[in-house]
């Protein structure tokens, strides 16, 4: 587990690695939440450490609406050169494309697996059979069928 940082050191360590011009990460020694994301506390105000970074290093966000983003995908990284503002939409295609996010059969919340939503959308349209079959709402069948849920599976060759 982290260290908390002593009172200043979060604002300290952040302004060190400001200027820090390196294609490496630089990861957050101090607290880390259990999604890997630091904690930092600048003018008694607490959050993410990436995220103060990014404001440190490239101003404001343009809105609240807007993330600071990783190009590298590592949460507990505060190197400003691989940081940007992004759109929630942004920011979770980066997380994606670096395999960062956790969807499908990874996801702790679903039990259907890829061979069950391609047997779901080759099976003949009986919704109460399949809801039955795989303890899933109508909903759920008619999104999975229409690519809405689990876009990324993709059907077999024929």
């Given at each position: 587990?982290?260290?908390?940082a002593p009172k200043g050191s979060s604002e300290a360590f952040l302004r060190a690695h400001l200027r ?71 920011n979770s295609d980066d997380r994606y494309n670096h395999g960062t996010i956790i969807y499908g059969e ?53």
């Open positions: 587990m982290k260290k908390t820090d011009h390196t294609d490496k990460c630089i990861l957050w020694p101090f607290k880390l939440r259990p999604s890997g994301y630091g904690l930092a506390v600048l003018a008694s105000v607490q959050m993410h450490a990436h995220r103060w970074a990014c404001i440190l290093a490239h101003g404001a966000p343009p809105n609240d609406e807007y993330h600071a983003a990783h190009s590298c995908g590592h949460p507990s990284c505060i190197n400003p050169d691989h940081l940007r503002w992004a759109t929630p939409k942004e990874k996801s702790g919340k679903t039990a259907l697996t890829a061979d069950d939503i391609r047997a779901i959308r080759a099976a003949p349209p009986d919704l109460k059979y399949l809801m039955g079959r795989y303890g899933v709402s109508k909903g759920c069948i008619s999104k999975i069928r229409s690519r809405q849920r689990w876009p990324h599976i993709k059907s077999e060759a024929a």
